[in-house]
């Protein structure tokens, strides 16, 4: 179906402006109405004509192909069809009404249109925020012969679109995991021999290994020195504790600290899962912001992950955190690798750390401080007068007191990881590797 409707364009506008000056000259000199009337007059028939010339009723096709999931960040591409089903030839402009909270450009575009012809445009749309999000009419402009009116038609064409968190990491993890390319991404996984308890192979004893791994019965029954060999063991639970208060909601580049940490979790979820590993999360805000996925051993913990989290945004609130690890006790038994994201300033909640020295009893707890990159590039900046001289003093000062906040966790066996957002997703899939092959957990 489509909506059409008449509008006067600036030319027309401009047209009137003048001729309204002129007729205020006629106040000044009255032997000129009679000319100024009949100037009017010709100048109405022109616009009736003009806008007579923009009547005939174009016959066209629309079709709007775009992905149903597209990931936060990343220019995706949308396809507009169209075909001329008339007899003549159109020129118009077409805009797509996309949704406004995300970046395009290059519109409107120009098209003509020969009889029968069929052509397919595209334009990148790069989503700034997750969610859901629907593209409506398409709107195409006519303008008539002589340029004073222009004649809009909207095609009803609705699509709906999920904008998840980006995924792309993942699909390249996949892609460099499988070509032996893991270094490109700044993950380093190594193999330790050896190590580990769960049994992998008997193979050819090399160079290196221990004499307990020696297989004696397979030794005598080869004629020559066999060896077991282990990997990391497997069916492990990793549990994220996703923070959703108001410091999340720091900004680093395009991207929230939230939007990088959820990106982290689904590679390191992907990771994870491929280890044979079971994965859960839980998330602490406002109760708005509160989700809780169960650990599951599954190849769609991604899928799960992407459905259960795509809409979630921080509050701007501070999170219950203490009460949160209060509930994770309850439903978390069994030992697991339990990873802590938040955003740290210069001192963390006591109770906060009370209830994760708790959890250090049963479960092995990461906790992942992000920090700001501008802090970084204060400290390193030159000073060159006294107010920069005080803010460098007052960085220095913060600075020091989340050190010391970290390092008390540190001295309390957890492990922490201070890091810049950027750098979130390699830092936390070498640390879970490193865990791995350690068989700390």
């Not at 106040?27 to 923009?54: E, T």
Request: hydrophobic letters at 40%; charged letters at 25%.
């Amino acid at each position: 179906m489509k909506i059409k409707s008449f509008r006067p364009a600036y030319r027309l506008l401009f047209v009137l402006s003048v001729a309204c000056a002129f007729s205020v000259g006629q106040l000044f000199y009255p032997d000129l109405k009679w000319l100024m009337l009949s100037a009017c007059a010709f100048i109405i028939l022109i616009f009736v004509f003009d806008l007579l010339s923009l009547w005939r009723q174009p016959l066209i096709e629309f079709e709007r192909k775009v992905a149903h999931t597209m990931p936060l960040g990343v220019a995706s591409k949308v396809k507009l069809a169209l075909k001329n089903r008339s007899t003549q030839r159109f020129d118009f402009d077409l805009i797509d009404h996309y949704p406004t909270e995300h970046e395009v450009k290059g519109f409107p575009f120009k098209v003509s249109l020969d009889p029968g012809q069929e052509i397919e445009l595209d334009y990148a749309i790069t989503p700034q925020q997750r969610g859901d999000y629907e593209f409506k009419h398409c709107e195409l402009r006519f303008n008539s012969l002589l340029g004073f009116w222009n004649r809009y038609f909207k095609i009803n064409a609705s699509n709906s679109v999920r904008i998840y968190p980006n995924y792309a990491e993942v699909i390249r993890y996949g892609v460099l995991a499988a070509e032996q390319r893991l270094a490109q991404l700044g993950i380093m996984k190594k193999r330790q021999r050896g190590s580990g308890t769960d049994f992998l192979q008997l193979r050819e004893f090399r160079k290196g290994d221990r004499l307990g791994s020696i297989d004696w019965k397979a030794t005598a029954r080869m004629q020559k020195v066999i060896s077991r060999q282990y990997q990391a063991e497997q069916d492990q639970q990793i549990f994220f504790m996703l923070d959703c208060g108001r410091r999340m909601r720091s900004m680093d580049g395009q991207l929230s600290h939230f939007d990088h940490t959820l990106n982290a979790m689904l590679l390191l979820t992907y990771v994870a899962s491929r280890q044979g590993d079971a994965v859960g999360m839980m998330t602490y805000g406002t109760k708005e912001q509160r989700r809780f996925l169960p650990v599951k051993k599954s190849v769609n913990n991604v899928n799960r992950f992407l459905t259960g989290l795509y809409d979630l945004h921080p509050s701007t609130m501070e999170g219950d955190s203490a009460a949160a690890v209060q509930e994770l006790k309850k439903v978390l038994k069994k030992r697991a690798l339990i990873i802590v994201l938040t955003n740290m300033r210069d001192q963390q909640d006591p109770e906060m750390l009370e209830s994760l020295k708790a959890l250090r009893k049963s479960h092995l707890v990461v906790f992942v401080a992000l920090r700001e990159e501008v802090f970084a590039e204060q400290e390193q900046a030159d000073i060159k007068d006294f107010k920069e001289a005080l803010t460098y003093t007052a960085l220095n000062q913060f600075l020091r007191g989340r050190k010391k906040a970290l390092e008390s966790m540190q001295g309390n066996q957890i492990i922490t990881l201070d890091v810049s957002p950027t750098q979130l997703h390699t830092k936390l899939v070498n640390c879970y590797l490193e865990i791995k092959n350690s068989a700390a957990l």
